[in-house]
């Protein structure tokens, strides 16, 4: 298999199935329960950068697996995962729970359990698109600290953020809009940061505070403008100013009430109006012209649009 490709992977057996995860995961072996079919059932699509997995495993798998080098969230559906952490307790995952499935750098093992659940995985260098360690912390990435949400609402926050990856990927009749692609995926990046674990920084610092300037976010400004047709996130801009991300998203709050990535959807929905206004009804659609910026849903992108220019976006075009 090719990377980036989808795939439907169905068997009952055993060495076949262990030769697929190896080659769809990482290097790992496999056993199953006494007497049991090993019916394992998994599809793969891609969003951009992100995979999205659907399995279902009509019986009790254990694993032993190398690490996955990648930032893997499980949320199960039926059936329950048993896993053991290396460092922390074994945990025990069911229906309704969503996870850190393996920390990326470390090897794994558990068992899974007669269950139905997702993996929506992505490389773990997309943390420090959106984020940049605490400061006082040591120079490096961004990295999870735990594989629970903080809370149960940051739990629920996540789990609707996957389901979001989720409608995206069924909803695609072809290749996802570039754009649309990178906004999920900095979107899924930044609701990690904010619901796990992390040793990012959130807050301002004395630093940050005091390169919130006027004159720099001008220039931040003037960037996102410049280059809203193309896929920048947080740390693009903040780099274009010479400033953390922390002291962009302050200088946004303070100055215009909004986040940069706020901004930059608005000045997205603007391209999107003027897009609307030129373009052909005949041979143009506004879920087209969502999607070319990045709006996945049709339905919010027309709330938003309607909000800002008080019209409907189908009423633009026509």
């Known amino acids: 298999m090719t990377a980036n490709e989808d795939l439907d992977f169905t068997s009952s ?20 329960g006494p007497g049991e079919r090993p019916s394992t059932r998994i599809v793969r699509k891609w969003l951009g950068p992100i995979s999205f997995d659907e399995l279902q495993l009509d019986y009790h798998m254990s694993y032993d697996a190398d690490p996955l080098n990648r930032i893997c969230l499980c949320r199960v559906h039926s059936g329950r995962i048993e896993e053991n ?12 729970d969503v996870t850190l499935f393996s920390p990326p750098e470390l090897p794994y093992s558990g068992r899974v359990c007669r269950a139905g659940y997702d993996l929506t995985m992505f490389d773990t260098e997309m943390l420090g698109h959106v984020a940049t360690p605490a400061s006082g912390e040591p120079a490096g990435p961004v990295r999870i600290a735990g594989h629970r949400p903080i809370s149960p609402q940051a739990g629920y926050q996540l789990k609707v ?11 695609a009749d072809g290749p996802v809009p570039p754009l649309l692609a990178s906004t ?4 899924l990046a930044a609701t990690v940061i904010a619901t796990m674990p992390t040793n990012a920084g959130l807050e301002p610092g004395p630093t940050d505070r005091r390169d919130a300037k006027p004159a720099l976010l001008r220039r931040a400004v003037a ?36 986040s940069p990535m706020g901004y930059l ?34 339905g919010r992108f027309a709330a938003a649009y309607r909000h800002a220019f008080g019209e409907n976006p189908s009423d633009t075009l026509n």
Do not use: C
């Open 13 to 32: 057996d055993l060495g076949e199935t262990e030769d697929f995860l190896a080659r769809a995961y990482t290097k790992m072996s496999i056993g199953r």
């Open 184 to 187: 999920t995926a900095s979107m």
């Open 161 to 171: 953020a996957i389901e979001y990856v989720r409608s995206v990927v069924r909803g």
């Open 265 to 298: 959807r608005r000045v997205r929905l603007d391209h999107a109006r003027q897009q609307l206004l030129k373009a052909d009804p005949t041979t143009t659609t506004v879920q087209a012209v969502a999607a070319r910026w990045g709006f996945a849903h049709t």
């Open 85 to 96: 952490f290396i460092g922390e307790p074994p945990d025990v995952f069911g229906p309704g």
């Open 223 to 258: 960037y996102i403008e410049a280059n809203a047709d193309r896929d920048i996130a947080l740390v693009d801009i903040a780099e274009a100013v010479y400033v953390t991300p922390r002291a962009l998203q302050y200088m946004f709050r303070r100055h215009l009430d909004v």
